[in-house]
Each structure stands twice: as structure tokens, then as C-alpha cells.
């Protein structure tokens, strides 16, 4: 099956009980057993543990990814620490992404760090530099690609190989490019994780997570986390991700579509000092970009003349584009990183990394490309 027809069905099936063609939100706490030796034998005993409508979304994921199974979470930040929490123990060392969202920076730094586990902010779009930090106790590769804010990008295949010989599993944040663009697992990783948030809900309802795991075991390990530290997604949220996951293919495909004619359009643009999108021949990665996606996301960045005085000006005065955090969604947004979505990560490491401070963030939505332009230039008339 294509995947624009298993994002509609795979996973779910008619409720036995009704014949509802939705699957319900089981809005329930425990599960009646019919007896002491048939304990779990529908599959459910308590929804800290599982629960029917986050399962259906479990499953549609896995399929979508190509893994063996899914683990969902309440936030895209909770199933990125599932993960870190599965895989690491005190004393051990993992390699993160040098550019990644604000909120995995802040877990490794101001938390995770605290319990005694050491972190390399490598830039792993330089494979010889993720080979040359590993340690003998590396115990987890995290890799963002393309990476939030700066649109990196990480090459899959080439970090995966390091991971496999080197036996370390490698994460790869996939929320940029969801697996209709972008199959980590695919590519030699072992999890690939999201933020439902983002793409698969895609419609600014609510904030969820997820974490694919290649295997059975690796799934296991995350699991074991997802329950012991109450991190589940609620069956509310599992309902409406459902809904957004059967139009994803179709969203991301137009959102693209637009961002491509943005980038273009910025690119020639008086105003604009530089743009950066990975569908452009004149970005630095475009031909990695072609080879392991299948597209090139909405997320654009670009820096208008005049600094962060300027970027700020241009956010306060545009119409149709909303000043707020999140992307992905049907609405088109737009956001200052550097004093919104990475205000936590020193200036410093986001002037080593390259978050600029008149970067300006394009999280391009599903209205008509030429109400987007006219609304970019009628503000940067006024900048
Ligand atoms: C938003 C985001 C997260 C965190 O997800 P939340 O749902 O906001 O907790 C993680 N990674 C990336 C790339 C993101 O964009």
C-alpha cells in the first residue's frame, strides 16, 4: 500500500461494539477483567500503561515509519527523553546534534546533566566529527535533521553506519520532514522520533509525541519508560492526531510547495540578506537534501537587512502570518528563535552554531502562496 492510503487506514478498524468508523476515545482509567487467569486478555489493564486510541496511533505510526512498533507520549519533549532515559545511565556519554530544538538542548543541559551523563554537542553534519567524539562509554547518538532552527541537515545513512559498527543506537529527530518526506529507519537508524505537535496533528490542537523503534527490544526498552514514568499520550490527544495523520501526505506536500515559492521569492528579494532552505540549489547541503528526503519540509530561515532590529520590526508589523512558537500546523507562523523557541540556549553556543540574531523562522502553512508573499512584502516594506 502507498502511503497516502495507509495514513487513513493502517492501525485502525471499524469499533467492533458500533461499527463507529473512528476509532473512540476510550476515555477510561482501568479495564475490567473478566477473571483472574484471563488477566489482560483484551490487551488493556490500566491507561498509564496503554490505552486503545493511543495504541490505534501507535500503530498507524509504526506503519508510516516502517519500525516494528511505537511508543506515544504527551509531548514531543517527553518522548525525546524517553529515549535519552532508556539509553543512558549515570556516567555514560551521548552525542546530540549541535543545532536541535531549544527543548533538547535544555533536557541534556539543565537536567539530564545533573544525573551524572555527559554530553558532546557535535555537528553531525560532519560524520568524522561524531566518529571522533564517541567514546568508550557513548551510549546514545541523537541526531535532529533538518535540524530546528537552522535547517542542518545530518546525513542518516553515514552517522547510522558509525552507530552500527560502534554498537551505540542512533535517534534521529524526524519532526521536520515526517516519514512521508524522511525514513530514518530506513537509512540504518534505530528510533525515530517525533513531535506529534508539529506535522502529524498539524492543525495547532494539541501537543504530543512519539518514538519508533526499528526493533521489538529497542521498543521494549522505551516502553519500559513510557510506563514507568507516566509519560502516555492521552486518548484525546491519540483522537486528534489520528484525524491529522490522514491528510499529512497532503498538507506537507502543499505546505512544501509553498515554502519552495517563499524561498525563491525571498531569495531574490532586496531586503533579504540571506535565505536558507533546503530545497534551494543555492543551499549548502541541496544535494544530501535530495538524496535521503523526499522533500524538503516548510520550515525557511532567512535574515533581513538590518539585524535583529529589523527581524523584530518585521514580526511585529506583518499580517496573515502569526507571531508564535510551534510549526507545522495548517497556519502559517512566524518566529524570532533567538528570544522565542532558543532563548535557553546561550548565546555563545548559538553564536557557535549559527542562530544569528536577525534569523527569522518561516513555519510555512496550507493558505495560498500569494496571500504569503504579499503579506512578506508588504511588511518588509516597512522594515
Ligand atoms: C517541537 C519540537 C520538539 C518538542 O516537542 P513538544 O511537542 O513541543 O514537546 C522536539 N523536537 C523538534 C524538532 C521540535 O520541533
Not at 488477566?39 to 498509564?48: P, Q
Not at 555514560?92 to 531549544?102: E, F, L, P, T
Not at 533538518?146 to 553515514?158: E, Q, R, S, V
Request: charged share 20%; with cysteine; aromatic share 6%.
Amino acid at each position: 500500500m502507498h502511503f497516502t492510503t495507509k495514513q487513513i487506514h493502517a492501525g485502525v478498524s471499524p469499533d467492533p461494539v458500533t461499527g463507529s468508523i473512528l476509532t473512540p476515545i476510550y476515555q477510561t482509567t482501568t479495564y475490567v477483567q473478566e477473571s483472574v487467569d484471563q488477566y489482560m486478555a483484551k490487551g488493556f489493564s490500566y491507561s498509564r500503561s496503554a490505552n486503545p486510541t493511543v495504541s490505534a496511533l501507535e500503530a498507524k505510526l509504526t506503519e508510516l515509519e516502517g519500525g516494528a512498533a511505537t511508543t506515544c507520549y504527551g509531548t514531543g519533549m517527553s518522548a525525546v527523553q524517553a529515549v535519552m532515559l532508556a539509553f543512558l545511565n549515570a556516567g555514560d556519554h551521548a552525542i546530540i546534534s549541535d543545532v536541535a530544538y531549544g527543548g533538547t538542548y535544555r533536557l541534556c543541559t539543565k537536567i539530564l546533566s545533573r544525573f551524572g551523563v555527559e554530553f558532546t554537542f557535535a555537528d553531525t553534519s560532519n560524520p568524522e566529527e561524531v566518529r571522533a567524539a564517541v567514546r568508550d562509554n557513548t551510549r546514545l547518538i541523537f541526531t535532529e535533521t533538518p535540524a530546528n532552527p537552522t535547517l542542518k541537515l545530518t546525513d542518516i545513512a553515514a552517522i547510522s553506519a558509525i552507530a552500527k559498527e560502534k554498537g551505540i543506537p542512533h535517534a534521529v529527530d524526524n519532526t521536520f520532514l515526517t516519514p512521508y518526506f524522511q525514513r530514518p529507519l530506513e537509512l540504518g537508524a534505530d528510533l525515530s522520533v517525533h513531535s506529534t505537535t508539529k506535522y502529524m496533528d498539524g492543525h495547532n490542537a494539541t501537543v504530543g509525541g512519539a518514538v519508533v523503534a526499528a526493533t521489538k527490544e529497542l521498543d521494549e526498552k522505551v516502553r519500559f519508560i513510557q510506563n514507568a514514568t507516566g509519560m502516555i499520550m492521552s486518548p484525546m490527544v491519540a483522537f486528534l492526531t489520528l484525524q491529522g495523520c490522514k491528510t499529512l501526505s497532503l498538507r506537507i506536500t502543499r505546505q512544501s510547495d509553498n515554502a519552495m515559492a517563499i524561498a525563491r521569492h525571498l531569495e531574490s528579494h532586496p531586503k533579504v540578506k540571506q535565505v536558507r532552505y533546503p530545497g534551494l540549489e543555492s543551499f549548502a547541503q541541496h544535494e544530501l537534501a535530495r538524496r535521503q528526503a523526499d522533500g524538503y519540509g516548510a520550515m525557511v530561515w532567512f535574515e533581513v537587512e538590518g539585524g535583529m532590529q529589523a527581524g523584530k520590526k518585521l514580526m511585529d508589523c506583518i499580517e496573515l502570518w502569526s507571531l508564535a512558537e510551534n510549526l507545522g500546523s495548517v497556519e502559517s507562523l512566524i518566529t524570532h528563535p533567538v528570544t522565542m523557541t532558543h532563548s535557553d540556549v546561550e548565546p555563545e553556543e548559538r553564536a557557535r552554531v549559527g542562530i544569528i540574531d536577525g534569523l527569522v523562522r518561516l513555519s510555512v502553512g496550507l493558505e495560498d502562496s500569494e496571500d504569503l508573499i504579499k503579506a512578506l512584502d508588504d511588511a518588509l516594506a516597512q522594515v
